[in-house]
Each structure stands twice: as C-alpha cells, then as structure tokens.
C-alpha cells in the first residue's frame, strides 16, 4: 500500500492532498482558514466518509488558534455549524465536529482541540486495520471483487475500510482480482481506486458503471465490497449513487454484497436511511459542456436497504444480516 495520505498535519498546518487534481497531479494544499477548509470539503478536494471528518476536526482546531478565550465558545458553536454544514450525508463529518466541540469542554484551549483531531486520526488508522482482518478471510484465492467509488486509503487513512480486506490479503500473496466501477459522475472509482490499487500492485480492471451487470450475467463476480458515508439505527446503507444498483444486481445472481462500516459510520441517532438528508449536486457534474437546458437529476448518495446487505465489515468484527437489534447490540 503506498497511496500518499489525503490528510497531514505537519508543523501546526492542515495539509490536504488535492484529489481533484488526480491521477494526473499530486498537490497539496495549505487550508489556512475555514473557508478554505469548507471549500475543499464541498468541491471534494478532500472526500469520502472518515476523511472529511478527519479534515474538519483539524480545521476546526485550527479555526480557534488565536482566538481569545471570552469569545472561544461562540466561535468554536459558530464556526463548528458552518463545517458540519459543509457537506450533508457523510455522519463522521457532524461527529468528529461534535467530538472537538465536548472535547473542548468550556475550556479556551486551542492545544485541547489539535489533540482530539489527532486522536481521531490515529484512531482511523487502527480502525482500518481492524476492518482488513475482520473482513480478510472473504478474499479466497482467485476471488474477483466488484467495488465501487473510492472506500480507499485516499478516503480514509492508511489501509481504506473497502479496501483494507484488499491489502492485507495482497500483502499476504492472495492472488485475486478487483473490478473498479467508474462511479458518475465524478469518476472516484477512475481517478481513485483504479490508481491506488494499481500503484498497490493489486489486479485492478477500470469499467463503465453501466457495465457491470454484464460481469454479473458472465458470472464473473464472486463478491462486492463497498464502503460507506452512514449506515443508520436499521442497518440502510448510504452510499455512492450507484451501490443500490450493486446491491440489487447481488440479490438478483446470488451474489454477496458486503459493506466496510468504521464505528465511526454507524449512526445510531438516525432511525432508517429515508431520514437521511442526500447531498443533491450540481447539474455541471452531469452535463459537463453538453447542457441542453433539460433538467438534471444528480444525487451524490443512495439508500441500500438493510435488507440486501449480506454481512457489514467492522472493526469489531462481521455483522451477518444488520438489523436494529443486531446493530445496537454490536456498537454499544
Ligand atoms: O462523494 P465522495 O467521494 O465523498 O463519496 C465517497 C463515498 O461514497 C465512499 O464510498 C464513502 O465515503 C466511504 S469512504 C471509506
């Protein structure tokens, strides 16, 4: 695994890696304020789930440094709305917020706050660990994964939770395959995944969304592996636009469809993924130059139901068949 880290914190300063630029430039950009910060979280300069709350808690901190302790705790509610407002889907962007927020704790310092992001960060590292062998054993020899956008390093830290199964398995010289969907319109699947596994040394074979169920016709998935922005109180998945099409082509050829859920993704405050607010973008991302003047539909996120999730990949282990009861019981 050799993906560059989509986040750093070197010297005081947020470092962002600048994933709109790739696979073709690796640039980093300086966040020296909150706009910045948001800016980069809502064009996906940095995105996917753990990542852009890993930024923002660092942001978040940063956003306090000089300020003067009579005005600290209004500024940290105010600036600490603004950064959960960035984006609506992903849950670890309000709970890493809101875990800066009750770490500062009516206290006016900035030290406090840097600590917690970077506990946060650490604890990403080894809940990514703790997914890639919970979820290892799945990838058999000659196995061949269907994923899709990116659940990699690049949106996480490290290993990926998707992809954490993929590189330990690797690593410990399974042979085995990875299809990489597209994944419309912003191409994480193409830009992403396709580049980080294939940097890895991982088998990876780049296709059209549109053209999956045709591997799926051929028999020539074995299994599909996902990540995911939340999984809510009933076990709905809520993802990428596209992974309910995964989902439903898996029950249609029997074929098992797995997700890699952090602790830090399951929200258990939200009853069933209809609650759950999806980021609608902007027509621009759909048509690029050829706009016509019809409306578009562009949500960024879909709902699997629980129902169709054969088992979720934790860092405490698989959970067969989420249910309410089931979830309750493993987070708790
Ligand atoms: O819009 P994005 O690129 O932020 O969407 C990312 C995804 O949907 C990922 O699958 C999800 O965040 C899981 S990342 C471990």
């Given at each position: 695994m050799n993906a560059p880290a989509a986040v750093r914190w070197e010297n005081d300063r947020l470092l962002l890696l600048d994933q709109r630029a790739l696979p073709g430039e690796m640039i980093y950009l300086s966040i020296d304020s909150l706009d910045a910060a948001i800016d980069a979280i809502r064009t996906l300069a940095v995105r996917g789930a753990p990542a852009i709350g890993i930024a923002a808690a660092y942001a978040l901190a940063c956003s306090m440094r000089d300020v003067e302790g009579g005005k600290f705790a209004d500024t940290l509610a105010a600036n600490a709305t603004r950064l959960r407002d960035a984006r609506p889907t992903a849950v670890n962007l309000a709970w890493a917020v809101d875990r800066l927020v009750s770490a500062a704790n009516g206290t006016a310092d900035y030290a406090v706050l840097v600590s917690e992001a970077a506990r946060i960060h650490a604890e990403d590292r080894r809940i990514c660990r703790a997914i890639g062998e919970s979820g290892?054993?799945?990838?058999?020899?000659?196995c061949r994964i269907l994923t899709h956008c990116n659940a990699g390093a690049l949106a996480v830290s490290e290993l990926g939770t998707a992809t954490a199964p993929m590189y330990l398995s690797h690593e410990a010289g399974v042979p085995f395959s990875v299809y990489a969907d597209e994944t419309r319109p912003l191409l994480q699947g193409a830009r992403l995944t396709a580049w980080e596994l294939s940097r890895a040394g991982i088998d990876v074979t780049l296709l059209c969304d549109n053209a999956a169920a045709s591997l799926f016709a051929a028999g020539r998935i074995d299994l599909v592996l996902v990540g995911t922005d939340r999984v809510t109180a009933n076990g709905d998945v809520v993802n990428k636009i596209g992974t309910l099409n995964l989902a439903v082509l898996c029950r249609h050829y029997g074929v098992p469809f797995y997700v890699a859920c952090p602790?830090?993704?399951?929200?258990?405050?939200?009853?069933?993924?209809?609650?759950v607010m999806i980021e609608q973008r902007a027509p621009i991302e759909v048509t690029?130059?050829?706009?016509?003047?019809a409306a578009v539909y562009n949500p960024a996120f879909d709902v699997t139901p629980a129902?169709?999730?054969?088992a979720l990949i934790t860092d405490r282990g698989m959970l067969p068949s989420p249910d309410r009861e089931k979830l309750a019981e493993h987070f708790s």
């Open positions: 290892r054993h799945l990838i058999t020899p000659g602790s830090s993704t399951f929200d258990a405050g939200t009853a069933t993924g209809s609650d690029g130059p050829n706009a016509t003047g129902g169709l999730v054969s």
